[in-house]
């Protein structure tokens, strides 16, 4: 459970933080001493009511302090929103590091942030604190630079769904594209395209390039809005689904998952076809096909490569397991 934090809380908060502080410590991380943050700092967090706790079977596992923006030192970033809430103080308890405290209390942040109305959650972090920026990375906080005053790397969460609007799903077969379009779609009320529906005719066929061109080309034309999930990588329509495209979306699973996506989906639909190909297209994994998934790192790493060049202009979310795609989407549920 995750609730506010109350004064008579201070005691276990400050032996917490304490102990936080000299777990840091010996990983080589100096991001605090023991002066601060300490029970002084906490209970002026209790006073203006921005300091929650995280707690289970009467103990205290975490802590943050979740404010509204007002931190001089965060001036100098150029942050995508203005109307935010920003996280302090953010404290899990060394014995239960990967237990889910931290995603825990991250997701109640931006819960938080939600029900107030704010457009984004920041946060700064220590540069050789890697625990945290990888928990950061998980919950889809972008890096927007670095803080000389203060020594710190700051990251922003966008918690609003106004730049949603044009998605592309990409990613290698057997990591659930086409079901990650679904529940997009469906959630965020938007018509859904499968370039595979688009791309095969019965038996396998594809239809020439041109023609497919034409037909991406007057979709994106027509829909304002739009989820699209496929590859395609080494075609031209790529290129126009980039420039089109405000939200791109990259499954990075590794290897092994893909696969047993792809095993799973065989034994779903083997000797049929599924709802999102073309009639005829009977559901068969062959050689060449799974030799496609295992090699899918090099298309990956041609992807992230055209994607790292468009951060400054498109909204990217890189998920590395399914289970940091769950967390993301319980975010953005209606």
């Given amino acids: 459970m995750i609730r506010q934090a109350e004064k008579e809380d201070l005691n276990a908060i400050d ?3 304490a102990r936080s502080i000299e777990a840091m410590h010996a990983e080589g991380i100096d991001q605090w001493d023991l002066s601060y943050p ?3 700092h906490f209970e002026t967090d209790i006073e203006r009511g ?10 205290i596992n975490g802590v943050m302090a979740v404010q509204e923006e007002d931190e001089e030192a965060y001036r100098v970033i150029g942050w995508q929103r203005q109307k935010s809430l920003i996280i302090h103080r953010f404290i899990v308890d060394p014995s239960l590091k990967r237990r889910g405290v931290g995603s825990a209390l991250l997701l109640y942040a931006i819960k938080l942030g ?11 972090t ?19 630079g670095y803080i000389a005053s203060i020594h710190r790397l700051a990251y922003e969460r966008l918690i609003d769904k106004s730049f949603l609007n044009r998605i592309l799903i990409l990613g290698s077969p057997g990591t659930g594209k086409t079901t990650l379009a679904r ?17 095969w005719r019965r038996e396998w066929t594809a239809i020439p390039p041109e023609e497919f061109k034409a037909k991406l080309r007057a979709f994106m034309k027509d829909h304002q809005q739009f989820v699209m999930d496929g590859n395609y990588l080494h075609t031209p329509t790529f290129e126009d689904r980039l420039a089109c495209a405000d939200t791109v979306i990259l ?9 047993k996506g792809i095993r799973e989906r065989e034994a779903r639909y083997r000797h049929t076809y599924r709802s999102d190909m073309a009639t005829g297209c009977i559901e068969e994994i062959d050689q060449a096909f799974l030799k496609y998934v295992s090699f899918f790192d090099r298309h990956r790493k041609y992807i992230e490569g055209r994607l790292n060049a468009l951060r400054h202009k ?14 993301y989407l319980e975010t953005i549920q209606k």
């Fill in 15 to 17: 032996a917490l933080s």
């Fill in 314 to 327: 498109k909204h990217i979310l890189a998920f590395s397991s399914a289970k940091a795609l769950e967390d």
């Fill in 38 to 40: 300490r029970r002084r």
């Fill in 126 to 144: 220590y540069p050789a604190n890697n625990p945290m920026r990888r928990l950061l990375a998980h919950h889809q906080f972008e890096y927007r």
């Fill in 114 to 124: 939600q029900a107030r109305g704010r457009a984004s959650i920041k946060i700064d």
């Fill in 50 to 59: 921005a300091l929650y706790v995280h707690t289970a079977a009467g103990r």
């Fill in 183 to 199: 529940r997009l779609g469906s959630v965020l009320n938007l018509p859904i395209l499968h370039l595979d529906t688009i791309y």
């Fill in 251 to 259: 499954l990075k699973y590794d290897r092994k998952e893909a696969l």
